[in-house]
Nanobody
């Protein structure tokens, strides 16, 4: 059974930084594309960043230059480091795996498994 558990959410002052973590079990972590999604109230769940099994990364335009996605295959943990956070970055952040060993991760439709999410609130 695949399990993803996020941590690291909370309140952040505008301009601040935050690092989110996601511990994954039940799958071959190193062989899957993984990613982070964000969902603000009333909005759909959008991709923030993804990282392939080979380490290739992809970022939403809004997060380019302000975030880094990385992983520790030995610890089965995915991270999202964010800086210069803005109020519009507020939302629930979800860790996700792609479907299958060679699946890509571009939208919520590509997701095989979700974590329960962690809330990030950015305000001054």
């Amino acid at each position: 059974q695949v399990q993803l558990v996020e941590s690291g959410g909370g309140w952040v002052q505008t301009g601040g930084s935050r690092i989110l973590s996601c511990v994954v079990s039940g799958i071959n972590f190193g062989s899957r594309t993984m990613g982070w999604f964000r969902q603000a109230p009333g909005n759909q769940r959008d991709l923030v960043a993804s990282i392939s099994s080979g380490g290739l990364t992809n970022y939403a335009d809004s997060m380019k230059g302000r975030s880094i996605i990385f992983k520790d295959n030995a610890e089965n943990t995915l991270y999202l480091q964010m800086k210069n956070l803005k109020p519009e970055d507020t939302g629930a952040y979800y860790c996700a795996t792609a479907q299958g060993l060679f699946g890509s991760l571009r939208s919520a439709a590509d997701v095989g498994s979700w974590g329960p999410g962690t809330q990030v609130t950015v305000s001054s």
